[in-house]
């Protein structure tokens, strides 16, 4: 059996149960070595094969999931963060199923979710935002049409982007149009739930050159959006004159 596992965004200890619990029997691990923790690789068994796939093509993974399937091995695939999110799992379980393997996708705790989290804010305020966006700059992977990073904030959504942060004049740019303005909030995160995670605040208009003078180039979630500062509505499900399934309001006198 072949396990597609989420990591999580960084520390080790945001592996769900099912995934420690799957890494723990695995006779296999292939696992991302330049995004995941190393720690996670303490939690396999001495016998247990493991593979880098940072120095592996698509074939040579799939080779590896083959043989061990033909061997009766216990196999983990472990990603960074969420492996539906940027993980490039389709192209894996597409070749899998031509084999007639069966395979199963364990979730994790992916970085967009880990870096709202180190800032301590909510991407869906009442009266803000009730929508997130995640995204990518265009790069050497392209975006499809109506994607682009402009169009997107035009919408005054919240925002996480991926994998942009080495071009962040480029998003910055891009961002400025969409929504208007260079006041909006930006928040950098760097590394999210590592040891050596780091944070910088800006706005649209301030942000790269702090990024630059950090010399931050690459794992970075960049938040963007009203969420992170500004004024908001006080949620309905707590407000004690609303009535729902479970609480009947108080009357406003």
Not at 37 to 61: A, F, Q, R, W
Not at 68 to 97: N, S
Not at 202 to 219: F, H, P, R, W
Not at 234 to 243: A, G, N, P, R
Request: charged fraction near 30%; glycine fraction near 10%.
């Amino acid at each position: 059996m072949i396990h597609f596992v989420g990591a999580g965004p960084g520390n080790p200890d945001l592996i769900t149960i099912r995934g420690r619990d799957l890494l723990e029997k695995a006779d296999i691990l292939i696992w991302a070595g330049s995004l995941v923790s190393p720690d996670h690789l303490k939690y396999t068994k001495e016998s247990c094969e493991i593979y880098d796939s940072k120095g592996m093509n698509l074939d040579e993974v799939i080779e590896v999931m083959l043989r061990g399937h033909e061997e009766g091995k216990e196999i983990v695939r472990l990603h960074t963060g969420d492996p539906t999110i940027y993980g490039a799992i389709r192209e894996q379980m597409d070749r899998l199923e031509e084999a007639g393997i069966e395979y199963e996708v364990v979730p994790g705790v992916s970085s967009f979710t880990g870096a709202c989290a180190a800032i301590k804010r909510e991407f869906t305020l009442p009266g803000v935002s009730q929508t997130v966006i995640l995204t990518r700059n265009a790069g050497r992977t392209p975006v499809p049409e109506g994607e682009e990073l402009e169009k997107l904030a035009s919408h005054k959504a919240s925002m996480a982007i991926f994998l942009s942060v080495q071009d962040i004049d480029s998003v910055v740019e891009k961002l400025k149009k969409g929504y208007g303005s260079g006041d909006v909030p930006v928040a950098i995160v760097f590394k999210a739930t590592w040891d050596d995670q780091e944070i910088l605040y800006g706005t649209l208009d301030t942000i790269s050159d702090q990024v630059k003078k950090a010399n931050i180039k690459k794992m970075s979630q960049i938040l963007v959006g009203n969420f992170i500062e500004g004024d908001y509505e006080l949620s309905k499900l707590y407000d004690k004159h609303f009535t729902h399934k479970f609480r009947k309001g108080i009357e406003e006198k």
